[in-house]
């Protein structure tokens, strides 16, 4: 149900479903930023110096009194990409729906890269590093990222993104040192 959402409140080409992962374990005084498709941890401190506050929300999750960000994005532009977050109806209606359904803890939604084709995460260290994805690829992955899509009377969600997952050692990431 959540998808659809996505579709009532017309954010459909700028939010997409996110499940709720970790790629390695942040420091309270860090946050993710990513900048052209790597993220790594920022020192909360340092941000506004270093970004010049061109740094922007990008993903959210949500819990008992509303959404908060978790992932950010580094731009050349000051602008809020995402004014829409902030209406209530949505906020309202998103938590809802993933509250009743027992997905609180699960999943959250975040901005969809436009330019971007199918994708695969990769964490090497402290830096998770996301790539196109090779149409001929059949690695075991789990799916992170839906966009909602509406086929004819049907509202649909197409997975976007993936997590690489190592079955040898069965960690969802390249390098899990930091996964603690």
Known sequence: QTHYQLIEYGVSNILGIQLLHRHF??????????????????????????????????????????????????????????????TAGFLLAFYSALHEAGLLDILGVGLIDVDAAATIECTIGRANIVVPRPDNDTSPVVPTFWVA??????????????????????TRHVDSRHDK
């Open 25 to 86: 374990m942040l420091a309270e005084t860090e946050q993710l930023v990513g900048t052209n498709g790597t993220f790594i941890p920022w020192g909360t401190a340092n941000i506004a110096f270093v970004s010049a506050g061109k740094v922007f929300p990008s993903a959210w999750a949500f819990k008992e009194g509303g959404a908060y960000p978790f992932e950010f994005q580094y731009s050349q532009k000051s602008v809020d990409p995402f004014p829409v977050l902030h």
């Open 149 to 170: 899509q509406v086929d004819g009377a049907r509202v649909k969600a197409v997975c976007t993104q993936v997590c690489g997952y190592d079955t040898k050692t069965g």
